[in-house]
């Protein structure tokens, strides 16, 4: 259990790096420029983020829980573009991306402050150059409501080139070996 966690708040923290530098530039790509992601026709509140060749939307999705068409949508996008979609999580070893797990209700979710359930669905997708696009959308529901009861998921899409993406994992193994 204690392994898991350490890998969970790794990740996190993989996340987190990403986010961050995001965050840091007030500049943003041209709409066209982002070829290689994919962001739902239904999308709302769209904002752009760029830094050092790498960009990303972050965008309000209005489709009701588990959000199956949009989903499918997205993986039809990436396998046209000839993109690989990653089995397991590149930030947390040992970890089986959503779209792998065998069990039913493939949604990861955790109950957060005792009052909201969480449901999460990340996506990693890799190209030929090593090039990393990833997706994820975040359903929150009142815990005493089922997640279909939520049609808005807060979702991300970013495109990071390989030497970047390297660089960061790179960061991230650096930082598990000094926690042991």
């Known amino acids: 259990m204690k392994a898991n966690g350490i890998r969970y708040c790794v990740?996190?923290?993989g996340i987190l790096l990403l986010v961050l530098i995001f965050s840091c530039t007030p500049t943003a790509p041209d709409r066209r420029e982002l070829k290689d992601i994919w962001i739902s026709t239904s999308a709302e509140n769209i904002k752009y983020q760029e830094h050092a060749g790498s960009?990303?939307?972050?965008?309000?999705?209005?489709?009701?829980?588990?959000?199956k068409a949009s989903l499918d949508e997205m993986a039809g996008f990436m396998l046209s573009k000839?993109?690989?979609r990653l089995s397991m999580d590149p930030?947390?070893?040992?970890l089986t991306l959503?779209?792998?797990?065998?069990?039913?209700?493939?949604?990861?979710?955790f109950l957060f402050e005792d009052a909201w359930m969480v449901y999460t669905w990340m996506d990693y997708w890799e190209n030929d150059k090593?090039?990393?696009?990833w997706y994820r959308f975040r359903y929150q529901v009142d815990k005493s409501k089922k997640p279909e009861d939520n049609c808005e998921a807060?979702?991300?899409a970013a495109f990071v080139p390989h030497k970047v993406w390297k660089e960061n994992v790179e960061w991230l193994?650096?930082?598990r070996k000094n926690r042991k």
């Open 173 to 175: 193994e650096q930082q």
């Open 11 to 13: 990740g996190v923290a």
């Open 98 to 109: 959503n779209h792998a797990r065998k069990q039913d209700g493939k949604w990861g979710s």
């Open 82 to 84: 000839k993109w690989r």
């Open 130 to 133: 090593g090039d990393i696009v």
């Open 154 to 156: 807060a979702c991300s």
């Open 55 to 67: 960009y990303q939307a972050l965008y309000t999705l209005k489709e009701c829980y588990p959000a």
């Open 91 to 94: 930030l947390n070893p040992g």
